[in-house]
C-alpha cells in the first residue's frame, strides 16, 4: 500500500486536516513500542464488522476487532431472515440476483469455518392483505424473471389454529441466518485467537500519522467504523442521512400451530423448533428505545393475536435498531478528511442479504484491488457532507 507524503499533499488539505485531525502528524508523546500491529482495526462486532473482518482475512489482512456489546446493537436480536421480494408492490429485493448467491456462499464457508449450522432454507406462506396483492402475485408468476422465488404450487401444509381463509402465495428461496449464534461462535473463536476484544472505543483515542494510526497499544494501517446505529453519536460520519428504524421481537412456544414455513401476513411467524417461533417485527421511526417497548409487543400480540386462536408462552421480548439510510443502500468509504479511517455500515432492514457481498467489495478496495460501487459509496452524499461540514469533499486514496 502507498500512502501519500505529507509534501505530495495540497497545503489546505493538511489545514482541514490538522483542525480535524490534529494528531496526524505522530505526538511528541507517541510511545514507539507497541503490544500489536494488525493491517485493519475494525470497530463493532455486529453482522457489519464480523463479515467484513472475515473478507480481509479472506484476502489475507490481519484484522483486530473493538467490540462493547450495548444494548440496543441491532445484530443481537434481528431474526436474520431472507426474502428475495419486497411484499408491498412484490417486487424483486433489490439486487436479489447476485447478492442472495453471495450470501448464501459467504455464510456456508462460515458454516465451516465456525464449525456451526447456522443457515436454514424455508419457504414463506405469505398471506395476501387484499385482492390486488392476488392479482400482482398472479402476474408475476407469469414472468419468467420470478421464477426462482415464486412457487406456481398453492400452499399445502397450512398451520394449524390460524386464520387461513385469505389468498396465500409461496415464496422460494427464503430462509434465516441464526445471527446472534453466527457472532456468538465467532467471537468465542476470536477472542480465543486474540482478533477480538471487548471493550469500548472512541476515535480521541486514535492518533493517524503518515505511517498508520495508534489505538492505544495497537498499531495498524487502516481503521474502518462498522457501529451500526450507533454511529450517529460520533461527529465523524454524522453528516451521513441515517433514518434508524426502532424494533422489538418476541419469542413465543406456540404448542398447537404447527408451522413449516415462515408465516408473513404484515407482521411474521419465524419456526425455530421444538414449537418455538420468533414474532416480528415492529418498526418505530421516532421514538428510538434502545430496548424493547412495552408499545412494540402490545402491536405485535395484537396482529397475533388477531389470526391465531390457541394458547401461547410468552418466552422473550427484545429490541435494537436497525442502522437504515435513508436512500435504503450500504454506507461503504473512506473519511473525506482521512484516508486511514473508513465506514462500513447502513445494512438496514435486510442486512443479512446484503452484508457479505459489499463486505468482499470493500475487503478488496482496502487490499487496493477494486473499487466501491458509486450506489453504495458515501460519496454519493458529497453535498451533504459540505453542507454540513463546510469543507471541501476531498476524494482520498488508499
Ligand atoms: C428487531 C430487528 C429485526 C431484524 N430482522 C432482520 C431480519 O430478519 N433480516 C435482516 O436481514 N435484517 C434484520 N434486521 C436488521 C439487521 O439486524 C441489521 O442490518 C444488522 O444487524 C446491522 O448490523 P451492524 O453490524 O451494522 O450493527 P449492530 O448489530 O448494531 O452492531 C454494531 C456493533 O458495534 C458495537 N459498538 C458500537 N459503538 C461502539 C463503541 N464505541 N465501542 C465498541 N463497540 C461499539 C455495538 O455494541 C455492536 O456490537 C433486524 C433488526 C432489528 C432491530
Redesign the pocket.
Known sequence: MVFPTLSSIPIHKILTCRILFSDLRPLPDMKPEVDTACDVLL????????TLASALEQAGKKVLI?????P???????????NPLTFRLLLKSWRVDELLPAALSFYTSESTRLGINMLQNLEILRVFPDEAADQRWKERLLDPAYAAYLSPDKPTLLPQNIDTKAKQGLVQQAG??N?PAYLQADSAMRLANGSLLE????LSDVHFSTQGLRWHNFQAQQLVL??????RQ?RWFNWLPTKP?????LTLRIPDIKLEQIYNAGFFILPLGNDTYRL???YEWEQLEPGPTAAGKAELLTKFEAVYSGTYELLNH??????TVADRRPLLGLHPEQARLGI????????????PYFALQFAKFLCGEGQIEDEVNIKRFKKRYEQHTGSRWNDVAL
Not at 72 to 82: E, F, I, K
Not at 245 to 249: N, P, R
Open positions: 470497530i463493532g462486532h455486529g453482522l457489519a464488522g464480523a473493538i467490540d462493547q456489546p450495548l440496543g446493537a441491532a445484530s443481537q436480536v434481528a431474526s436474520g431472515m431472507w434465516w441466518l445471527l471493550q469500548p472505543f472512541s462498522c457501529r451500526g446505529q450507533f454511529e460520533d428504524a426502532q424494533g422489538d421481537i416480528g417485527a415492529t427484545q429490541g435494537g435498531i436497525r442502522p462500513f455500515n447502513g445494512l438496514g432492514t435486510k442486512g443479512v442479504m446484503v452484508a
